[in-house]
């Protein structure tokens, strides 16, 4: 098993560990018609249009994925604020020693997920994809199913922890353990999609208070019209004597 992490920051920790340093793909160094070149797809079919550092965390991974691919062993992707212990590798490779064939693992520290799925005599859990079965921080990839990503992402290009739309497509089940945790202060992707949620509640809230104010509109015109019109008062006549 082969240990990558997609950082632009060399750690001598990391290095004693034998973790394997990849480059992360900056937002900033994408251009914006090649964002929009990526995003397009998605975009014309209605779904939630990527940010711009999920195209970057994206990119990332697939070129993670490759060298996962062409190295022909399993490969533990850890993305930069993960921390990691020899005891957690340990655990990693004994997921491995128990189950040689696994093709996919999810293994970043969401405690409450395995509560969403169904647990198995391996140790692993079956995860349920309807709920948030999200995350791509730590998790574990055969070869073959490192390949079938990469290929499911050059369709059409997704998020990296697009779980769902993943296994809708792919035999391989979605297994989860939570082995990693700990991770540092929200990145920048999870700004982004918070500012997302945040910048599409307003037009929203102003979309239902149009929408109010036309029904309310053509409620009272119902009842004007069910108003018997006022008949203007006969002018007074002029003293003529």
Partial sequence: MFCYRITDHPSAADAALGILRCDPVWARDITAPRYFELIHETWTLGDRPMTPAEVGCALAHIAVLERIAASGRHGLILEADMPVTTAQLAQVRAVLDRQPDVEFVNMQGETRLPMRGWPRPDGLYLADCDWDFSGAAAYLVSPGFAARLVAFQRKRLRRADDW?????????????????????????????????????????????????????????????RLVPPVLPKAPKLSNLG
């Fill in 164 to 224: 769902r739309d993943v296994f809708a497509q792919d035999p391989a089940p979605p297994l989860y353990l939570p082995v990693f945790g700990g991770m540092g202060p929200g990145s920048t992707i999870d700004a982004e999609r918070r500012m997302l949620r945040h910048s599409r509640l307003l037009p929203l809230i102003l979309r239902r208070l149009g929408q109010r104010l036309q029904r309310d509109k053509r409620r009272l015109m119902r009842v004007l």
